[in-house]
């Protein structure tokens, strides 16, 4: 069983996917509003798991990422990426930005840039840290960044408690981190509005990988395929190229990466801290 790295340990870097855990309690939490009426759940939520988790794993080194706050470069690629969602709630909106105001004052680093998901600033962090010898622990439940474990890198489920190896992945997946982006093309997003290949979910894309090794080997050997799953990928290809374009993340951004901003304990501000929760 895959473990974190020992409390208080000096070379892990926690990252945790912030825009996905604000989403994530407001809609878990009921709603709740602070005294002068500003909707609070969500910001409730996150910030209290942001300090138990600081307080059971005393992390030296922290970072939090968030999605830009306008469309994705993905969307100049496809412009059916995400489509099929509705704008953001107003009162998630005015939250995200307040979760954001207090991990600043908690001294944390927020890593935001236009354009770009959070998950792509994490894989960027994730590949400065790997050179620079850093474990590092993402903290998130989106399965698209289970293509980043592997090595010093896991990934924790901090609602349940469930910390991913290459072991658990593969448990979960029926591949392992390395076939994941290619498992996600595959089957397709329904949330993100990629569509992938039709009729194949995650046993037959695993199943598939597992024989072939990658969508290239997959279509290298489609005369060994028969039926409507051949008939499907040969009429889908161009739909699971785009689809592993959509879903590969991006991890060569600039970003500010060094241990004076990660080490966030020093940067606290205690007095902004008590006026901003007396607030909520």
Do not use: C
């Not at 622990?137 to 990934?155: C, E, F, N, P, W």
């Not at 982006?181 to 992938?196: E, F, I, P, Q, R």
């Not at 051949?230 to 500010?256: F, G, K, S």
Request: charged residues 25%; without cysteine; proline residues 6%.
């Amino acid at each position: 069983m895959t473990a974190l790295p020992p409390v208080g340990a000096a070379d892990a870097l926690y990252i945790v996917d912030l825009s996905g855990y604000v989403f994530r309690a407001y809609h878990a939490i009921a709603p709740l509003s602070s005294p002068s009426g500003e909707p609070s759940h969500a910001t409730y939520g996150t910030i209290t798991m942001l300090n138990r988790m600081i307080d059971e794993r005393d992390p030296k080194l922290m970072a939090v990422a968030m999605d830009s706050k306008g469309p994705s470069f993905r969307k100049g690629i496809d412009d059916a990426y995400k489509a099929n969602r509705p704008p953001p709630p107003e009162d998630l909106s005015v939250q995200m930005q307040r979760v954001r105001s207090l991990v600043e004052l908690l001294g944390i680093q927020v890593w935001q840039q236009d354009g770009f998901e959070a998950d792509d600033l994490i894989a960027t962090a994730v590949r400065r840290a790997l050179s620079e010898g850093l474990r590092v622990v993402i903290v998130s439940a989106d399965k698209d960044l289970m293509q980043l474990v592997g090595g010093s890198v896991v990934m924790w489920d901090t609602m349940r408690n469930k910390v991913y190896g290459p072991a658990e992945v593969a448990e979960k997946f029926g591949v392992g981190p390395d076939k994941m982006h290619d498992l996600l093309a595959l089957t397709g997003d329904s949330s993100d509005n990629v569509k992938g290949i039709p009729s194949v979910g995650p046993k037959t894309a695993a199943k598939l990988l597992e024989q072939f090794g990658s969508i290239e080997g997959i279509y290298e050997g489609i005369d060994q395929l028969k039926g409507k799953l051949r008939e499907n990928l040969e009429a889908h290809r161009a739909a699971a190229d785009l689809a592993r374009t959509l879903v590969a993340l991006r991890d060569d951004l600039e970003i500010v990466f060094d241990k004076t901003a990660l080490d966030f304990q020093p940067h606290v501000n205690v007095k902004g801290l008590e006026e901003a929760y007396t607030e909520l």
